[in-house]
Protein backbone atom coordinates (compact mmCIF):
# COMPACT_ATOMS: atom_id res chain seq x y z
CA UNK A 1 0.00 0.00 0.00
CA UNK A 2 1.31 3.75 -0.31
CA UNK A 3 1.90 5.71 2.29
CA UNK A 4 -0.04 8.47 3.93
CA UNK A 5 2.87 10.99 3.40
CA UNK A 6 3.92 9.68 0.04
CA UNK A 7 1.71 11.20 -3.39
CA UNK A 8 1.12 8.57 -5.70
CA UNK A 9 2.33 8.09 -9.28
CA UNK A 10 0.63 10.29 -11.20
CA UNK A 11 -1.46 8.47 -13.76
CA UNK A 12 0.88 8.47 -17.48
CA UNK A 13 3.41 10.17 -16.26
CA UNK A 14 5.95 7.93 -17.46
CA UNK A 15 4.59 8.22 -20.76
CA UNK A 16 4.40 12.14 -21.16
CA UNK A 17 8.46 12.03 -20.24
CA UNK A 18 8.92 10.13 -22.43
CA UNK A 19 6.86 12.00 -25.30
CA UNK A 20 8.17 14.99 -23.86
CA UNK A 21 11.86 13.55 -24.63
CA UNK A 22 10.30 12.14 -27.95
CA UNK A 23 9.87 15.72 -29.13
CA UNK A 24 12.86 17.28 -27.59
CA UNK A 25 15.08 14.49 -29.88
CA UNK A 26 12.88 15.91 -32.71
CA UNK A 27 13.36 19.19 -32.01
CA UNK A 28 17.35 18.69 -31.62
CA UNK A 29 17.68 16.22 -35.24
CA UNK A 30 15.68 19.11 -37.11
CA UNK A 31 18.12 21.84 -35.72
CA UNK A 32 21.18 20.34 -36.56
CA UNK A 33 20.05 19.25 -40.07
CA UNK A 34 18.94 23.03 -40.53
CA UNK A 35 22.12 24.22 -39.07
CA UNK A 36 24.07 21.19 -41.63
CA UNK A 37 22.17 22.93 -44.23
CA UNK A 38 22.95 26.19 -43.64
CA UNK A 39 26.51 25.30 -43.17
CA UNK A 40 27.01 23.70 -46.55
CA UNK A 41 24.54 26.52 -47.89
CA UNK A 42 27.64 28.75 -46.62
CA UNK A 43 30.56 26.73 -47.73
CA UNK A 44 28.62 27.05 -51.40
CA UNK A 45 28.17 30.72 -51.16
CA UNK A 46 31.43 31.69 -50.31
CA UNK A 47 32.70 28.92 -53.33
CA UNK A 48 30.48 30.52 -56.18
CA UNK A 49 29.98 33.84 -54.68
CA UNK A 50 25.92 33.51 -55.54
CA UNK A 51 23.13 32.61 -53.12
CA UNK A 52 20.89 31.14 -55.86
CA UNK A 53 23.77 29.36 -57.56
CA UNK A 54 24.85 27.66 -54.08
CA UNK A 55 21.16 27.08 -53.46
CA UNK A 56 21.29 25.45 -56.98
CA UNK A 57 24.34 23.60 -56.36
CA UNK A 58 23.76 21.93 -53.37
CA UNK A 59 20.07 20.92 -54.58
CA UNK A 60 21.58 19.55 -57.27
CA UNK A 61 24.57 17.66 -55.12
CA UNK A 62 21.66 15.97 -52.49
CA UNK A 63 19.73 14.89 -55.86
CA UNK A 64 22.84 13.39 -56.90
CA UNK A 65 23.57 11.76 -53.75
CA UNK A 66 20.43 10.50 -53.04
CA UNK A 67 19.82 9.01 -56.71
CA UNK A 68 23.33 6.84 -56.65
CA UNK A 69 23.23 5.86 -52.53
CA UNK A 70 22.87 1.98 -54.41
CA UNK A 71 26.03 2.59 -55.72
CA UNK A 72 27.09 2.97 -52.52
CA UNK A 73 29.88 0.50 -51.44
CA UNK A 74 31.48 -1.21 -48.29
CA UNK A 75 34.86 -0.66 -50.09
CA UNK A 76 33.98 3.22 -50.06
CA UNK A 77 33.89 5.68 -47.54
CA UNK A 78 31.06 7.63 -47.09
CA UNK A 79 32.87 10.93 -47.11
CA UNK A 80 35.10 10.18 -49.74
CA UNK A 81 31.94 8.94 -52.16
CA UNK A 82 30.25 12.35 -50.95
CA UNK A 83 33.03 14.50 -52.11
CA UNK A 84 33.48 13.56 -55.42
CA UNK A 85 29.77 13.93 -56.10
CA UNK A 86 29.77 17.02 -54.76
CA UNK A 87 33.24 17.88 -56.53
CA UNK A 88 31.44 16.70 -59.80
CA UNK A 89 28.56 18.93 -59.19
CA UNK A 90 30.22 22.06 -58.88
CA UNK A 91 32.79 20.77 -62.00
CA UNK A 92 29.79 20.49 -64.04
CA UNK A 93 27.97 24.11 -62.41
CA UNK A 94 31.28 25.65 -63.89
CA UNK A 95 31.31 24.45 -67.20
CA UNK A 96 27.57 25.03 -67.62
CA UNK A 97 28.40 28.42 -66.19
CA UNK A 98 31.49 28.69 -69.27
CA UNK A 99 29.37 27.88 -72.11
CA UNK A 100 27.05 31.02 -71.65
CA UNK A 101 28.51 33.41 -74.32
CA UNK A 102 29.43 35.61 -71.69
CA UNK A 103 31.87 33.91 -69.76
CA UNK A 104 35.43 34.52 -70.01
CA UNK A 105 36.34 30.57 -68.90
CA UNK A 106 37.08 28.23 -71.10
CA UNK A 107 35.40 24.81 -70.35
CA UNK A 108 38.40 22.84 -71.45
CA UNK A 109 40.22 24.40 -68.45
CA UNK A 110 37.89 22.45 -66.18
CA UNK A 111 38.57 19.05 -67.62
CA UNK A 112 41.43 18.14 -64.63
CA UNK A 113 39.15 20.03 -61.87
CA UNK A 114 37.03 16.37 -61.83
CA UNK A 115 39.59 14.62 -60.63
CA UNK A 116 42.03 17.07 -58.42
CA UNK A 117 41.87 16.50 -55.23
CA UNK A 118 39.80 19.42 -52.99
CA UNK A 119 40.63 19.79 -49.93
CA UNK A 120 37.42 22.41 -49.17
CA UNK A 121 35.11 20.03 -50.60
CA UNK A 122 36.59 17.44 -48.52
CA UNK A 123 36.02 19.61 -45.31
CA UNK A 124 33.27 20.85 -46.42
CA UNK A 125 31.58 17.36 -46.66
CA UNK A 126 33.24 16.22 -43.45
CA UNK A 127 31.67 18.87 -41.38
CA UNK A 128 28.41 18.17 -42.62
CA UNK A 129 28.48 14.74 -41.67
CA UNK A 130 29.36 15.70 -38.77
CA UNK A 131 27.20 17.80 -37.93
CA UNK A 132 24.67 14.81 -38.72
CA UNK A 133 26.38 11.83 -36.72
CA UNK A 134 25.03 13.12 -33.68
CA UNK A 135 21.39 12.49 -35.04
CA UNK A 136 22.03 8.61 -35.72
CA UNK A 137 21.87 6.19 -32.82
CA UNK A 138 25.22 5.89 -31.20
CA UNK A 139 26.15 2.52 -32.54
CA UNK A 140 25.61 3.96 -35.99
CA UNK A 141 27.21 6.87 -35.47
CA UNK A 142 30.65 5.60 -33.83
CA UNK A 143 30.93 3.18 -37.06
CA UNK A 144 30.64 6.00 -39.72
CA UNK A 145 32.81 8.03 -37.61
CA UNK A 146 35.53 5.63 -36.99
CA UNK A 147 35.54 3.58 -40.70
CA UNK A 148 34.27 6.08 -43.01
CA UNK A 149 35.94 8.94 -41.51
CA UNK A 150 39.02 8.29 -39.82
CA UNK A 151 39.60 4.80 -41.61
CA UNK A 152 40.10 2.62 -38.90
CA UNK A 153 39.86 -1.18 -40.13
CA UNK A 154 36.59 -3.34 -39.53
CA UNK A 155 38.23 -5.92 -38.01
CA UNK A 156 39.97 -3.68 -35.82
CA UNK A 157 36.60 -1.69 -34.90
CA UNK A 158 34.60 -5.01 -33.89
CA UNK A 159 37.39 -6.01 -31.58
CA UNK A 160 37.78 -2.86 -29.36
CA UNK A 161 33.46 -3.06 -29.41
CA UNK A 162 33.10 -6.61 -29.07
CA UNK A 163 31.86 -7.43 -31.75
CA UNK A 164 31.98 -9.87 -34.49
CA UNK A 165 32.80 -8.76 -38.08
CA UNK A 166 29.12 -9.17 -39.54
CA UNK A 167 27.75 -7.28 -37.02
CA UNK A 168 29.72 -4.44 -37.69
CA UNK A 169 29.01 -4.91 -41.78
CA UNK A 170 25.14 -5.09 -40.80
CA UNK A 171 25.54 -2.07 -38.15
CA UNK A 172 27.30 -0.35 -40.67
CA UNK A 173 24.77 -0.48 -43.68
CA UNK A 174 22.12 0.43 -41.37
CA UNK A 175 23.87 3.43 -40.52
CA UNK A 176 24.78 4.64 -44.27
CA UNK A 177 21.52 3.94 -44.85
CA UNK A 178 19.83 5.95 -41.77
CA UNK A 179 22.57 8.76 -43.18
CA UNK A 180 21.14 8.80 -46.31
CA UNK A 181 17.87 9.59 -45.21
CA UNK A 182 19.13 12.57 -43.09
CA UNK A 183 20.49 13.58 -46.24
CA UNK A 184 16.82 13.78 -47.88
CA UNK A 185 15.57 15.37 -44.95
CA UNK A 186 18.72 18.13 -45.29
CA UNK A 187 17.11 18.14 -49.03
CA UNK A 188 13.57 19.04 -47.82
CA UNK A 189 14.68 22.54 -45.38
CA UNK A 190 14.79 25.63 -45.85
CA UNK A 191 17.64 27.23 -44.93
CA UNK A 192 16.05 29.95 -42.99
CA UNK A 193 13.15 28.59 -41.61
CA UNK A 194 13.43 25.05 -41.58
CA UNK A 195 11.53 22.39 -43.06
CA UNK A 196 9.70 23.05 -46.76
CA UNK A 197 6.01 24.16 -45.54
CA UNK A 198 7.08 27.38 -44.88
CA UNK A 199 6.18 30.07 -47.60
CA UNK A 200 9.16 32.08 -47.76
CA UNK A 201 11.09 33.38 -50.88
CA UNK A 202 14.37 30.95 -50.15
CA UNK A 203 11.67 27.97 -49.79
CA UNK A 204 9.84 28.80 -52.91
CA UNK A 205 12.70 29.18 -54.59
CA UNK A 206 14.13 25.17 -53.54
CA UNK A 207 10.61 23.99 -54.32
CA UNK A 208 11.08 25.35 -58.30
CA UNK A 209 14.89 23.86 -57.75
CA UNK A 210 13.38 20.29 -57.57
CA UNK A 211 10.11 20.50 -59.51
CA UNK A 212 12.45 21.49 -62.46
CA UNK A 213 14.78 18.98 -61.79
CA UNK A 214 11.90 16.44 -61.16
CA UNK A 215 10.01 17.14 -64.59
CA UNK A 216 13.30 17.11 -66.54
CA UNK A 217 13.48 13.56 -65.40
Known amino acids: MTSPSEDPPAPGFDSQ ?27 LRRRLGSPHDAEDVLQEFIARALERSKDL ?10 SRILATTLVDHHRRAARRKDSPRDPADLEELAVAPDVEVDTAVCFCLYRLLPTLKAEYSELIWRIDLLGEPRDRVAV ?13 HRGRRTLRLRLEEICLTCPQHGFLDCQCEEGEHIRQIRARRTAAG
Do not use: M, P, Y
Open 17 to 43: DESEAAKAADAAVRRELVECHRDFLAF
Open 73 to 82: RDIQSVRGWL
Open 160 to 172: TLGLTLNNVNVRL
